[in-house]
Nanobody
Framework: QVQLVESGGGLVQAGDSLRLSCAAS????????MGWFRQAPGKEREFVAA????????YYADSVKGRFTISRDNRGNTLYLQMDSLKPDDTAVYYC?????????????????WGQGTQVTVSS
């Protein structure tokens, strides 16, 4: 079992930046791909970004490409999401997740451990 704790969310204005962190309880997560997803009120959970275990392969949703950057620190068992040029449409609860494999995937079914989420609110 891997426990994930997200942090770094908050209320910001459009154009601002935030950096989300996701701390994993076990080093096992360092051998797996990891990802960020988000869910806005009344909408389904959607893919944001994913990274493989080595950090060499990264995927981004088209809506965040060029503005968000995913990274990881395997020594510290931590996943990051740097979010720049935030827009009101980025408002959602952001979740980190651990992939079942070492690869990076964009579909939620590829992930088996999930954090509780952190709220990001972007005002216009």
């Amino acid at each position: 079992q891997v426990q994930l704790v997200e942090s770094g969310g908050g209320l910001v204005q459009a154009g601002d930046s935030l950096r989300l962190s996701c701390a994993a309880s076990r080093r096992t997560a360092s051998n797996n791909g990891m990802g960020w997803f988000r869910q806005a009120p009344g909408k389904e959970r959607e893919f944001v970004a994913a990274i493989d275990w080595r950090g060499s392969t990264k995927y981004y949703a088209d809506s965040v490409k060029g503005r968000f950057t995913i990274s990881r620190d395997n020594r510290g068992n931590t996943l990051y999401l740097q979010m720049d040029s935030l827009k009101p449409d980025d408002t959602a609860v952001y979740y980190c997740a651990v992939d079942r494999s070492s690869a990076a995937h964009t579909t939620p079914t590829a992930y088996h451990y999930w954090g509780q989420g952190t709220q990001v609110t972007v005002s216009s």
